[in-house]
């Protein structure tokens, strides 16, 4: 007779979700930690990290901000940063923060 085959159990089926900390430098340095793969804005809004807003949909560009460290760490430019933002903008670590994700490592954002 066959063995079954071994079942999930409860600490293997929900492993604990990476990290990553993002430091909001105009907010006295605040370092928040957050999920791996996070919205900058929405850890923000979330944390009181004190990025400004307006639609939160890449639509206006009020959430402009600077990847000071850490651009590694975030995910590819999207074409709706690239309408509101110039080729030297995104050189120099400008981004959304509506539409950036951090995952993998941390990130420095002034804005």
Same mark, same amino acid.
């Given at each position: 007779m066959e063995n079954p085959? +071994?079942?999930?159990?409860?600490? $293997?089926?929900?492993? +604990?979700r990476p990290k990553v900390s993002i430091t909001f430098l105009n907010n006295a340095s605040m370092?928040?930690?957050? +999920?791996?793969?996070s919205n900058i804005l929405r850890v923000s809004l979330r944390e009181k990290g004190g990025i400004p807003f307006k639609?939160?949909?890449?639509?206006?560009?009020t959430c402009k901000c600077t990847i000071?460290?850490?651009?590694?760490? $975030?995910?590819?430019v999207k074409a709706?940063?690239?309408? %509101? %933002?110039? +080729?030297?903008q995104l050189a120099a670590g400008m981004r959304l923060a509506c539409q950036t994700f951090v995952s993998g490592g941390d990130i420095s954002v002034s804005w």
């Open positions: 085959a +071994p079942t999930a159990t409860a600490a $293997t089926a929900e492993a +604990p370092v928040v930690a957050a +999920p791996d793969n639609c939160g949909g890449g639509l206006c560009g000071e460290s850490g651009r590694e760490h $975030t995910d590819a709706k940063e690239k309408k %509101l %933002l110039t +080729p030297e």
